[in-house]
């Protein structure tokens, strides 16, 4: 018999199903919940309590109800509750169930207006599950500033499919490809690009995005082709046609970067800056990482490249089997206190926080 999972989220604009995920609409923290549920098959009955709902429906994956509904009847029975991106909501849940574990999990780092959320988290004994461990770390150190006590935060990465690999797929050596929402800094790489093709002008970028969106009168740098928003099968397959995926931002810290890994996944190397922890985290040690301020070491790297592709995959805990065997041992598990001890939530104790 399966068991009753919450999934709480605040946040979506549009509300979502099992069918929202295999058309193809859904991307983000959306798309990751449902990828998960649906990997979950038999063991777990999910009910999805979402922002924008008005209607109840019902699938494969479980029951979807609109948030306004939730109420202590709906999660006096369930295992565990995981809430989407919002402490606030985490917070609300524990009142309505004192002692299953509940789990928040973040896909973006906290604002200045989130400092004061780790003794609440803490002291709710509400677990905080980031998207690597790079991000792990910024939220504990950017907490640790205001908390005297945090909650205990740890790492779960998003999903990589099982079924993409490397196939027979041609490349374009001279074609580099930037995938657009989520990453960021676009006009940095955009810039950096320009000063590549003084030495390279045969290279072209595509990106998929809407050039009216970023770019005045959406009208493309020399080489570059806005492609607009492409659904998951079209990227991936962008990816395929691609030398690699091209990505030299320095200034916004990404949690995790699926498309990144995404693209290992297939065999398409990332061309990323070597500043950024989590780009090392997802890409490894094969040379995909470089300084991109230094445009002589963009040319060496894409020329190799070009001449020998690498060899590159996406390792095995990327992997939405291994993934989903990770959150089946955290939806499983009794309630934990920071120091990782089962206990009551009235004895509940918060940890401190490390300064």
């Known amino acids: 018999m399966s068991s009753a999972i919450a999934v709480i989220d605040p946040y979506c604009l549009t509300p979502y199903t099992l069918g929202s995920?295999?058309?193809?609409?859904?991307?983000?923290?959306?798309?990751?919940?449902?990828?998960?549920?649906?990997?979950?098959?038999?063991?777990?009955?999910?009910?999805?309590?979402?922002?924008?709902?008005?209607?109840?429906?019902?699938?494969?994956?479980?029951?979807?109800?609109?948030?306004?509904?939730?109420?202590?009847?709906?999660?006096?029975?369930?295992?565990?509750?995981?809430?989407?991106?919002?402490?606030?909501?985490?917070?609300?849940?524990?009142?309505?169930?004192?002692?299953?574990?509940?789990?928040?999990?973040?896909?973006?780092n906290p604002g200045r207006h989130n400092r004061r959320m780790g003794e609440a988290l803490a002291e709710a004994c509400i677990e905080i599950v980031c998207v690597s461990h790079a991000h792990a770390r910024h939220v504990s150190e950017f907490l640790s500033a205001e908390n005297d006590r945090l909650p205990k935060i740890t790492t779960i990465y998003n999903p990589v499919d099982d079924h993409l690999a490397p196939d027979d797929t041609p490349r374009d050596v001279n074609r580099l490809f930037f995938p657009g929402t989520p990453l960021r800094g676009i006009s940095e790489v955009l810039a950096k690009f320009e000063r590549l093709r003084q030495q390279r002008p045969e290279l072209k970028l595509d990106i998929a995005e809407d050039g009216n969106k970023i770019w005045p009168d959406g009208v493309p740098p020399v080489g570059v082709t806005f492609l607009g928003r492409l659904d998951h099968g079209e990227m991936i397959d962008r990816m395929r046609r691609s030398l690699c995926v091209f990505y030299p931002q320095t200034r916004f810290f990404e949690p995790f970067g699926l498309p990144l890994a995404e693209a290992n996944a297939v065999g398409t190397p990332v061309l990323a800056d070597e500043g950024l922890a989590v780009n090392h985290e997802i890409l490894g040690g094969d040379g995909q990482c470089v300084d991109t301020g230094d445009i002589a070491a963009i040319v060496s790297r894409l020329d190799a490249w070009r001449e020998t592709p690498p060899k590159v995959t996406a390792a095995p805990h990327y992997r939405i089997s291994h993934i989903a065997e990770l959150w089946r041992q955290k939806l499983t598990g009794s309630l934990q206190s920071p120091q990782g001890g089962p206990v009551p939530m009235d004895a509940a104790a918060a940890a401190p926080a490390s300064r």
């Open 21 to 108: 995920l295999e058309a193809g609409a859904l991307s983000g923290a959306e798309s990751i919940a449902m990828r998960v549920a649906r990997a979950h098959g038999r063991n777990f009955r999910f009910h999805f309590y979402q922002n924008g709902r008005i209607d109840i429906d019902r699938d494969a994956c479980g029951f979807y109800r609109p948030l306004a509904s939730l109420k202590a009847d709906d999660l006096a029975g369930v295992q565990a509750i995981a809430v989407v991106s919002s402490w606030k909501s985490a917070l609300k849940a524990r009142k309505l169930n004192a002692h299953c574990p509940i789990f928040l999990r973040l896909h973006s």
